[in-house]
């Protein structure tokens, strides 16, 4: 069982589209961060959230972190075809870095 | 200001070989982090130096080591290599490390990785 469970796995949607992807625990979080990884390339960060209920904006994207701190979520409205990759939520609850599961997005022009 | 660099890019060994992968961590960092990418397991924490010191291990067999340069450069190496050590091996840096890596002032940044096939 992976520390933090991320769903859907998969998701391909058309453009325009709007989605939610999903980044479970049953660990306490200090903070979790959520990267993006394109073929070919390492993880890039997109955001850091920290607040139990804190909501961060990126364009058109949405961070929330749950209210307990065990659980957070992606919101991304009108996908385009840009915000193709896989997407990754991590923490560090102990002295180690994990990452989620993983999120591979597919938008459809 | 450049990014983290890996070397090589791709790499092709045969079982029971060894293998030897370099990282250059952004200047001003100090920590070196290591992870190994597979489409079954996901991204799994190998090790982290920091100023030179293995300061965190993950759960990966002795035959998979590392070590840290005074310029703090990294190398990691695999011994007695597996089928299953085929992977995407992904070194980060940051500032701090991993007591501050959920710190705005201490983002991980990532290599592009070296992709290792073991026949």
């Known amino acids: 069982t992976q520390l933090l469970e991320q769903s859907p796995q998969f998701l391909s949607i058309q453009e325009g589209e709007n989605l939610t992807v999903y980044c479970n625990s049953s660990?306490?979080?200090?903070?979790l961060q959520w990267y993006r990884q394109e073929p070919g390339e390492g993880p890039v960060l997109l955001v850091t959230?920290?607040?139990?209920?804190e909501v961060k904006k990126l364009k058109r994207l949405t961070f929330q972190f749950g209210d307990a701190r065990k659980d957070s979520s992606l919101h991304i409205t009108a996908a385009q075809p840009g915000d193709t990759g896989l997407y990754l939520c991590a923490g560090s609850p102990y002295n180690q870095f994990y990452f989620g599961t993983g999120t591979s997005l597919t938008v459809i022009p | 200001k450049a990014g983290v660099t890996q070397t090589p890019r791709y790499l092709i060994k045969t079982r029971g070989q060894q293998v030897t992968l370099s990282c250059s961590p952004i200047?001003?960092?100090?920590?070196v982090s290591w992870y190994q990418q597979t489409p079954g397991q996901g991204l799994q924490f190998l090790f982290e130096y920091f100023s030179e010191t293995q300061r965190n291990k993950g759960n990966f067999p002795g035959r998979f080591s590392g070590r840290q340069f005074s310029n703090s450069r990294s190398e990691m190496n695999v011994s007695t290599l597996e089928l299953g050590d085929s992977a995407l091996y992904l070194c980060?840096?940051?500032?701090?490390?991993?007591?501050?890596?959920?710190?705005?002032?201490?983002?991980?940044?990532f290599g592009n990785g070296t992709r290792l096939t073991v026949t």
């Open positions: 959230v920290v607040t139990g209920g």
């Open positions: 980060a840096s940051s500032l701090e490390g991993s007591a501050y890596l959920s710190s705005y002032n201490s983002p991980l940044h």
């Open positions: 200047s001003g960092h100090r920590s």
């Open positions: 660990s306490v979080f200090s903070s």
